[in-house]
């Protein structure tokens, strides 16, 4: 059973489709902006969405939060726009290039194609179960918040055609992930990646994930990184060892998210340090 953690509490701004600017403060971001645009927030934004987040600051008790507000509050509507332009331009998500794939941040239009890979059972068949329409909506909700948050996620992975890098094919997931349960890795992020069964054995994977440990480590500059994945999960492990975080001793861990008696309870994990800290 995952523990229960103490909530986290945000200040953030929000632009609304006028311009204007909206500041508030709660303790699910993800649920909060959902509101907002489903015209169940706050009274200001009821007539004035959708919105967009454009400042979100995560602070360790809900009065330091309030605090936040009033100042945010106080700032005047060009500062408001100075402070949201900086962000926006400074943070905005990169996309990125190899030789066969393009890496880009999501989208709300990649929902179908993302609906399509959690609902298929040879993609899914590591997981505990398929993925409904409303799930990967939530999930597609979680990865661009993600973004918004970190500046760093989850890239929608596409495939160039052979005539043409224009032309181009959703075939999968891959990025990198805050770990959100309790553990007791030497990693707090982790690469991940999810294709479509037509893309599997062309390397596809790996070619993804290796920019991904790129970014982690020239980027971020995080100490350590890791993976992992059901001990069942031949293919995913492969990728781990073609991409360097192969160990000579791999642990093992049952997923606090599932039972222990669960089939898929048991995975395997791979970390390393990929640079020191100065």
Same mark, same amino acid.
């Given at each position: +059973?995952? $523990?229960?953690?103490?909530?986290?509490?945000?200040?953030?701004?929000?632009?609304?489709?006028?311009?204007?600017?909206?500041?508030?403060?709660?303790?699910?971001?993800? $649920?909060? !902006?959902?509101?907002?645009? #489903?015209?169940?927030?706050?009274?200001?934004?009821?007539?004035?969405? =959708?919105?967009?987040?454009?400042?979100?600051?995560?602070?360790?008790?809900? *009065? @330091?939060? !309030?605090?936040?507000?009033?100042?945010? &509050?106080?700032?005047?509507?060009?500062?408001?726009?100075?402070?949201?332009?900086? @962000? /926006?331009?400074?943070?905005? =998500?990169?996309?990125?290039?190899?030789?066969?794939?393009?890496?880009?941040?999501?989208?709300?239009?990649?929902? =179908?194609?993302?609906?399509?890979?959690?609902?298929?059972?040879?993609? +899914?068949?590591?997981? =505990?179960?398929?993925?409904?329409?409303?799930?990967?909506?939530?999930? $597609?909700?979680?990865?661009?918040?993600?973004?918004?948050?970190?500046?760093?996620?989850?890239?929608? $992975?596409? /495939?160039? %055609?052979?005539?043409?890098?224009?032309?181009?094919?959703?075939?999968? /997931?891959?990025? !990198?992930?805050?770990?959100?349960?309790?553990?007791?890795?030497?990693?707090?992020?982790?690469? /991940?990646? %999810?294709?479509?069964?037509?893309?599997?054995?062309?390397?596809?994977?790996?070619?993804?994930?290796?920019?991904?440990?790129?970014?982690?480590?020239?980027?971020?500059?995080?100490?350590?990184?890791?993976?992992?994945?059901?001990?069942?999960?031949?293919?995913?492990?492969?990728?781990?060892?073609?991409? *360097?975080?192969?160990?000579?001793?791999?642990?093992?861990? #049952?997923?606090?998210?599932?039972?222990?008696?669960?089939?898929?309870?048991?995975?395997? @994990? +791979?970390? &390393?340090?990929?640079?020191?800290?100065?």
């Amino acid at each position: +059973m995952e $523990l229960q953690s103490t909530p986290s509490w945000f200040t953030y701004i929000v632009e609304c489709s006028d311009k204007t600017f909206y500041c508030g403060v709660t303790n699910d971001l993800s $649920l909060r !902006l959902s509101a907002h645009n #489903c015209n169940q927030g706050a009274r200001y934004t009821r007539s004035r969405g =959708p919105v967009r987040l454009v400042f979100a600051q995560k602070c360790s008790s809900k *009065g @330091i939060a !309030l605090r936040l507000e009033a100042k945010c &509050k106080k700032l005047s509507r060009p500062q408001k726009r100075h402070i949201a332009d900086f @962000i /926006l331009a400074n943070s905005a =998500p990169r996309r990125l290039e190899t030789e066969r794939l393009v890496l880009r941040p999501p989208k709300p239009r990649d929902l =179908p194609a993302l609906v399509a890979l959690n609902q298929d059972p040879e993609v +899914m068949r590591y997981f =505990p179960a398929l993925m409904s329409h409303r799930e990967s909506h939530s999930m $597609l909700k979680r990865i661009m918040l993600h973004w918004s948050l970190h500046s760093f996620g989850v890239y929608v $992975l596409e /495939l160039k %055609r052979k005539r043409s890098g224009h032309n181009l094919r959703t075939i999968g /997931l891959v990025g !990198l992930n805050i770990i959100s349960f309790p553990n007791t890795f030497r990693s707090t992020i982790e690469i /991940l990646w %999810r294709l479509r069964r037509a893309s599997w054995g062309k390397g596809y994977a790996t070619e993804a994930a290796r920019v991904c440990h790129e970014i982690a480590k020239q980027d971020l500059g995080l100490e350590y990184l890791c993976a992992f994945t059901a001990t069942q999960n031949k293919g995913s492990i492969k990728v781990m060892q073609n991409i *360097g975080l192969s160990s000579s001793a791999p642990k093992t861990f #049952c997923h606090p998210s599932l039972p222990k008696d669960h089939p898929l309870s048991k995975h395997i @994990i +791979m970390e &390393k340090r990929i640079s020191k800290r100065i």
